[in-house]
């Protein structure tokens, strides 16, 4: 049986092409002074480094942005099926200016410990704690956080 969907967050699409688009850029000009103008050979390889690390980032991105967020009534969800957290485990939403959150979204606090996991530009998680947002619309992820808000205050 399908879960009825509370809230979605979705990347948008400017950002999504203006994000992804800055580090391959980022990432051709360190590669172009590496190997047009060769420094000292070990800082030629760190520049070749960070230059691949770029385009890999770029494309982590870009694949991390096709998905989506969805709220359920029992879990914070991926668009494919991935469970961020459960909303029974949750022990707070911090939506806060110094929380250490992604840009234009909120932190979760869950009871149970996870494994790490990144999804460039929408959402992380750190042992305890996970970040949902980055390259999403603040109305929506305010709207998502309010809703988590509500549904663990009623819990309680």
Not at 5 to 20: D, E
Not at 22 to 34: H, I, Q
């Amino acid at each position: 049986m399908q879960q009825e969907v509370l809230a979605t967050v979705k990347a948008s699409t400017p950002r999504r092409w203006l994000g992804v688009g800055m580090l391959a850029v980022v990432g051709a000009m360190v590669l172009y002074v590496a190997l047009a103008a060769p420094p000292e050979p070990h800082w030629q390889v760190f520049l070749i480094a960070v230059g691949a690390a770029s385009f890999w980032l770029a494309y982590r991105m870009w694949n991390a942005t096709e998905d989506w967020i969805e709220l359920t009534q029992t879990e914070l969800r991926t668009g494919k099926g991935r469970i961020i957290a459960r909303v029974q485990d949750v022990e707070a939403v911090d939506r806060g200016v110094f929380a250490f959150k992604p840009s234009n979204g909120f932190l979760v606090r869950t009871n149970s410990k996870e494994k790490n996991v990144w999804a460039p530009g929408l959402w992380w998680r750190l042992g305890r704690r996970v970040g949902i947002g980055g390259m999403t619309a603040a109305a929506e992820t305010k709207f998502m956080s309010e809703m988590l808000a509500a549904m663990i205050a009623d819990r309680a």
